[in-house]
């Protein structure tokens, strides 16, 4: 009973979600943003200057590993002049999960996917997560700190970007 009644929820909750993927799409005309920020719910107005050009990716219950693939996936947007800056916001309690969501998906190439076959499936969503993304649920309590991942630092230092890691207590 209750997957008929999440249902239309989750596919109004992916619609949303799926906007996100607007900006990497090849008819888009945004390019060379000064910004990128791949995050929980995280509301970055504090942290993003006057005139800032930014894109934010951003979906409940965020990990290391998604950021990792997500980056990989749409840095291209970024400016080519060393002044680009990652933005990464998680919350403590989901750092080191090791799957990719369901919200990550429509990012994602098929082959990218595959490594992650468990999603293929039916990726469970749940319905706090559909709300989150529906009214755009976002909060600013986050604190800056050292990225712990290796792989996002040094992605980002042979690209030239800058790397700001924040993270939320739970």
Request: aromatic content about 12%.
């Amino acid at each position: 009973m209750s997957g008929i009644l999440i249902w239309p929820l989750k596919k109004l909750a992916q619609k949303v979600n799926k906007f996100q993927c607007r900006p990497f799409g090849a008819y888009s005309d945004i390019r060379n943003v000064d910004t990128l920020i791949i995050s929980d719910m995280f509301e970055p107005s504090k942290i993003i200057t006057a005139g800032e050009k930014y894109v934010q990716i951003a979906a409940p219950r965020r990990n290391l590993k998604s950021c990792y693939e997500l980056l990989r996936h749409t840095h291209s947007i970024l400016n080519d002049n060393n002044n680009s800056r990652v933005i990464i916001a998680l919350r403590e309690k989901y750092l080191y999960n090791d799957d990719i969501s369901y919200w990550d998906i429509p990012f994602f190439h098929r082959i990218t996917l595959e490594k992650y076959a468990r999603l293929k499936k039916h990726p469970s969503v749940k319905i706090s997560d559909c709300f989150k993304i529906l009214l755009n649920m976002k909060s600013s309590n986050y604190y800056e700190t050292d990225c712990p991942s290796l792989e996002i630092k040094k992605f980002c230092y042979e690209r030239g970007y800058k790397l700001k890691f924040m993270l939320k207590h739970d």
